[in-house]
């Protein structure tokens, strides 16, 4: 269900409204049942192209509804402000200057709607901006390349992923996060044994820990010992779990930041 706006801002609210996690998906009836089932999404991206590209691209995701589109960053807020998205999908870069306003724009939700997730697309893997994007935390926010628009799995992923408060970073940042903490000398990752960093790189990823079992082929109690084995090779503080998760992700990416 779409509704194409490309700068105008059509407000769908009605009947809808948020649940206590902060989802706020369009409300359907189905045999007098209300269900949430659509995702409200918004689109910044400048280029007219790019961002048809993308409308194509969530066409094919019945699960979705594009309730506005536009192209430069002040637009961009005032259409958050007014339609209250679930997802927020994000150039990274666009007017006024060009340079980071995906990633400003998720700072500054975090304070102003930290229910909207935002996932930011790149042209290019740049990881130091992965970094930038979960330094104030990793939960509702996800970054993937553009080329992951012709992966429709992957796109859907990621969308109700940081919908239900998760996160995704794309699979070849990650890559190239490997490699360059492979090379770098004096990391607490290089503490970590290969399982243990390969661990580490699904949890980059976003995945849960049945995923990363399934992915293995081991149980999820494996799973689990290695991820309290990655936390205290990384020498990281007691906390809730899911704060240590980030944590470990953030020193595995912060080998960049010395490079």
Do not use: W
Not at 74 to 97: E, F, H, K, Q
Request: hydrophobic fraction near 40%.
């Amino acid at each position: 269900m779409f509704a194409r706006t490309d700068g105008r801002v059509v407000d769908r609210r009605s009947g809808q409204g948020a649940g206590d996690d902060g989802y706020r998906g369009e409300r359907t009836r189905h045999s007098g049942v209300i269900d949430v089932t659509l995702l409200r999404i918004v689109i910044g991206e400048d280029s007219y192209l790019a961002r048809e590209g993308i409308m194509r691209a969530l066409e094919e995701l019945e699960e979705v509804d594009v309730v506005a589109t536009c192209a430069d960053l002040d637009d961009l807020r005032a259409t958050i402000d007014a339609v209250r998205p679930d997802v927020v999908l994000t150039d990274i870069r666009m007017p006024p200057t060009n340079t980071d306003e995906g990633i400003r724009l998720a700072r500054e939700l975090r304070q102003s709607h930290p229910e909207i997730g935002v996932v930011v697309l790149s042209q290019h893997a740049e990881p130091l901006y992965a970094v930038a994007l979960l330094e104030d935390g990793s939960d509702r926010r996800a970054y993937l390349l553009k080329e992951r628009l012709k992966d429709e799995g992957e796109l859907a992923r990621a969308l109700h992923e940081v919908a239900a408060g998760g996160s995704v970073v794309d699979p070849h940042i990650v890559e190239r996060l490997v490699g360059a903490q492979s090379g770098s000398t004096g990391s607490r990752v290089d503490k970590l044994t290969p399982r243990e960093r390969e661990i580490l790189a699904m949890i980059a990823e976003g995945r849960s820990n049945a995923a990363i079992a399934r992915s293995l082929f081991i149980t999820t109690r494996a799973v689990e010992r290695h991820i309290n084995a990655i936390f205290s090779r990384l020498e990281l503080a007691e906390s809730a779990e899911s704060n240590r998760r980030v944590q470990a992700v953030l020193v595995y990416l912060a080998g960049l930041k010395a490079m």
